[in-house]
């Protein structure tokens, strides 16, 4: 089964998503505080992890940054505020979706068993992050950027780019077509399995953290990645 960590002060909340979850077969471990949850998943690896932003003693903004310090393990932000700044803060973070309260816990189960389908066919579902594995017969090309069809990663100048599901998809746009221009409702059709989920501010937080991403692997490659004032973004490795 499927093992769920569900970090949420509000028992009545918690309770009823933990009531959803194991009736539909996820083992699910509890946590009322982020260092708890933190205690929790250094414990024991989880598949998922339900967060909510409002905690007691630290922002559910700073439980998943430390999570992210060791794990790409896929986070849904549940949030009780509607604020945009929110979102984006937990998009950039690394987040793989969020929830506004109130909400159906029957919807909270169908996010969690979707983004499970999706990291688990971008090979990004582990709870540990994976190291690359090279061999003097599997050196990665040394190009801008190098897509392995096998593994399903991404490589800049070599160095392996540390992308959640959801931006792997999304840089996988634009590099299949060089130079063309992609609307943000364009690469949201492309890069989320339910594009009417989200917004397309969620575009342009996942494009500033591939961009620095990419601006780590090397200095300007953040450049790759072009927007176009009022029409989108397109890939320029030239």
Not at 7 to 14: K, N, Q, R, S, T
Not at 41 to 67: Q, S
Not at 85 to 102: A, M, N, Q, S
Request: charged content about 25%; aromatic content about 6%.
């Amino acid at each position: 089964m499927p093992r769920v960590l569900l970090v949420e002060d509000e028992p009545a909340i918690a309770d009823t998503l933990v009531y959803a979850l194991e009736t539909e077969r996820f083992e699910v471990t509890h946590a009322l505080t982020g260092s708890e949850a933190l205690a929790a998943y250094a414990e024991l690896n989880h598949d998922f992890v339900i967060l909510d932003i409002g905690l007691p003693d630290m922002t559910g903004l700073d439980v998943c940054r430390k999570l992210r310090d060791s794990s790409m393990v896929p986070v849904l932000f549940l949030t009780a505020r509607d604020g945009e700044i929110d979102r984006i803060l937990g998009l950039e973070l690394g987040g793989d979706d969020y929830v506004t309260k109130p909400f159906s816990p029957r919807e909270i189960v169908a996010r969690v068993r979707a983004i499970l389908r999706r990291a688990a066919a971008t090979g990004a579902n582990g709870a540990e992050a994976t190291p690359p594995v090279t061999s003097p017969s599997t050196e990665v090309p040394a190009t801008a950027l190098h897509h392995d069809t096998t593994a399903m990663r991404i490589h800049c100048h070599g160095k392996l780019l540390d992308l959640t599901a959801h931006e792997y998809k999304l840089l996988l746009v634009l590099l299949g077509q060089p130079g063309r221009v992609f609307t943000r409702d364009q690469l949201l059709d492309r890069a989320w399995e339910d594009p009417g989920a989200v917004t397309d501010r969620t575009v342009d937080a996942h494009v500033k953290s591939i961009r620095a991403k990419l601006r780590t692997a090397k200095e300007g490659a953040e450049d790759y990645i072009q927007t176009r004032r009022g029409l989108g973004y397109l890939l320029s490795l030239s």
